[in-house]
């Protein structure tokens, strides 16, 4: 009669391995579900940090038709705020006509801005020979020590003139620098800008930014320079 392979398992010791697998199994399921909840924990307060920095930024940008982006990078949202800071966020502001006519305000222009295709134009007037004759120029945006620059780069005068003005009117006094920073927490910086046909798009971006709510208070100022500011 043939018989049967021994085997080193007693059915107790079999009963005991079943039961380390299944706490074993267990353990790895709760884990996976608590990694799963901290995530969304997660990326709730990361949600909640962007909507409500935005909300913030919006009130210091003028114009109605202006919007602010604000996005949180970084591994963990709930470490950088258990440390204080967060590490690494983008800010996109698009700024619309009717802003960059705020701030064009602020900074002494007294003409009319317009967003258009190409750009920026200013609509202004000079008088020749007793007559007023209206014009508008168009001018370049860049970034200097948290001013946004406007730089004329053309005239022409209106669709009913047929003057040459480029020899009447000095362009270059029709520049005007305003102070964008402001516009943005300290601890941010303008790293960009860029004129579209009904925006005028600024980017910033900041490191180390104070999670206290006081220290966001706290807005951001203009490398001093030759020029007049708005806030």
Same mark, same amino acid.
Request: charge should be negative.
């Given at each position: 009669?043939?018989?049967?392979?021994?085997?080193?398992?007693?059915?107790?010791?079999?009963?005991?391995?079943?039961?380390?697998?299944?706490? #074993?199994?267990?353990?790895?399921?709760?884990?996976?579900?608590?990694?799963?909840?901290?995530?969304?924990?997660?990326?709730?307060?990361?949600?909640?940090?962007?909507?409500?920095?935005?909300?913030?930024?919006?009130?210091?940008?003028?114009?109605?038709?202006? /919007?602010?982006?604000?996005?949180? @990078?970084?591994?963990?949202?709930?470490?950088?705020?258990?440390?204080?800071?967060?590490?690494?966020?983008?800010?996109?502001?698009?700024?619309?006509?009717?802003?960059?006519?705020?701030?064009?305000?602020?900074? %002494?222009?007294?003409?009319?801005?317009?967003?258009?295709? @190409?750009?920026?134009? &200013?609509?202004?007037?000079?008088?020749?020979?007793?007559?007023?004759?209206?014009?508008?120029? /168009?001018?370049?945006? /860049?970034?200097?020590?948290?001013?946004?620059?406007?730089?004329?780069?053309?005239?022409?005068?209106?669709?009913?003139?047929?003057?040459?003005?480029?020899?009447?009117?000095?362009?270059? %006094?029709?520049?005007?620098?305003?102070?964008?920073?402001?516009?943005?927490?300290?601890?941010? /910086?303008? #790293? %960009?800008?860029?004129?579209?046909?009904?925006?005028? @798009?600024?980017?910033?971006?900041?490191?180390?930014?104070?999670?206290?709510?006081?220290? &966001?208070?706290?807005?951001?100022?203009?490398?001093?320079?030759?020029?007049?500011?708005?806030?």
């Amino acid at each position: 009669m043939a018989r049967r392979p021994e085997t080193s398992y007693r059915p107790g010791e079999r009963r005991a391995g079943r039961k380390a697998l299944r706490i #074993t199994v267990g353990l790895l399921i709760t884990v996976v579900i608590l990694g799963g909840a901290a995530v969304i924990v997660d990326m709730g307060l990361r949600d909640f940090a962007e909507t409500r920095a935005e909300a913030e930024i919006k009130k210091r940008i003028p114009g109605s038709d202006s /919007t602010v982006d604000v996005t949180i @990078n970084g591994f963990s949202m709930l470490l950088q705020t258990i440390s204080g800071s967060l590490d690494d966020v983008d800010v996109d502001l698009a700024i619309g006509e009717e802003g960059v006519s705020a701030l064009a305000e602020n900074a %002494g222009f007294a003409g009319a801005v317009r967003l258009v295709a @190409n750009g920026i134009e &200013l609509d202004s007037s000079i008088d020749v020979l007793g007559l007023t004759v209206p014009f508008s120029a /168009t001018v370049a945006p /860049t970034i200097d020590g948290g001013y946004l620059v406007l730089t004329p780069t053309g005239v022409t005068a209106a669709d009913a003139v047929t003057l040459d003005l480029t020899q009447l009117v000095d362009i270059t %006094g029709l520049g005007f620098s305003v102070c964008t920073a402001s516009l943005l927490p300290e601890s941010f /910086t303008i #790293t %960009g800008v860029e004129a579209k046909t009904s925006t005028l @798009n600024l980017t910033a971006h900041g490191a180390d930014v104070p999670v206290d709510l006081d220290a &966001l208070a706290r807005k951001g100022s203009c490398a001093a320079q030759g020029a007049e500011t708005g806030e």
